[in-house]
């Protein structure tokens, strides 16, 4: 449905989040409503391609290796196709997204460095000062209390740690809006029911994300929360934006 009902895009949408990331070898993340892995295996992909750029870094610095050398250097090191020191747990209220999750994560050979948890946004099953980041796509729009979810959020993260909110948001451009409206209440139920069956949850999709606080709004509920150098991007004129922090 996410493929259909975007055409794709929430794909690109997640890699943005990744990307604005930029997370380093050893970077402990926590996907909040990480339903089935879309950020977490995005994370590792990204942490396994910055350490392979290392170990190529550190071979061109050995002009003279042999080729069996080299080829022995890719097989024993540890950096090669390796999360190192990461790791990255998706938290999630929803066991059964969890197990499909770890079917996900079993077939595509993601396992080192992930875990899944049972949990709730809104009281996290985690000590305080853990993470190094925090994200959370296409989740807060679903939690019932989003200044708790907020307030946990910057409790498990360690200080100098980053937050990291993908949602959808407000379209600001009328014509644009208009549109967007169009497609949102006449095209998302009808493909919500043709495809999945489920005409009622596409509805309140369309429905929430009207409801959903506007960028501004949730920037300064981000900054009410504690966090500092609250800023969001907008993506594709604002359907859907990037909303981030520091906690100090
Ligand atoms: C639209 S899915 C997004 C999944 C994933 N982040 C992604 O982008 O593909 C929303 C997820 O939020 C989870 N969720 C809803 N309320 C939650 C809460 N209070 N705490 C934790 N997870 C929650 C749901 O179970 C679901 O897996």
């Known amino acids: 449905m996410n493929d259909s009902m975007t055409l794709g895009i929430h794909r690109v949408w997640k ?42 870094r550190k071979l061109k610095h050995h002009q003279n290796l042999s ?26 209220i929803n066991r059964e997204m969890l197990k499909v999750g770890k079917q996900k994560a079993q077939h595509l050979g993601y396992s080192e460095g992930l875990s899944w948890v049972l949990g709730n946004a809104e ?14 796509a296409f989740g807060i729009r679903n939690v019932t209390r989003i200044d708790l979810a907020l307030q946990e959020a910057y409790r498990v993260l360690k200080p100098g740690g980053r937050f990291l909110c993908l949602e959808f948001s407000h379209v600001s451009n009328p ?23 489920d005409w009622r949850s596409y509805q309140y999709l369309v429905e929430s994300i009207r409801q959903f606080p506007p960028q501004e709004e949730l920037k300064a509920m981000i900054e009410d929360a504690g966090f500092f150098k609250v800023d969001y991007e907008n993506l594709n004129f604002g359907i859907v934006a990037i909303h981030s922090g520091f906690k100090l």
């Open 67 to 92: 080729w069996q050398e080299i080829f022995e250097s890719y097989q024993n090191d540890k950096f090669n196709n390796s999360l190192g020191d990461s790791q990255v747990v998706v938290c999630d």
């Open 175 to 197: 014509l644009l809006s208009r549109l967007y409206d169009l497609y949102s209440f006449q095209v998302i139920p009808v493909l919500g029911e043709v495809i999945a069956g």
């Open 15 to 56: 890699d943005i989040l990744v990307h604005k990331m930029n997370p380093c070898p050893g970077t402990l993340l926590l996907d909040v409503a990480g339903g089935t892995g879309d950020i977490a295996f995005r994370f590792i992909n990204y942490v396994r391609s910055v350490r392979q750029r290392q170990l190529q």
């Open 123 to 136: 009281e996290l099953p985690f000590d305080d000062d853990k993470f190094d980041v925090y994200t959370i």
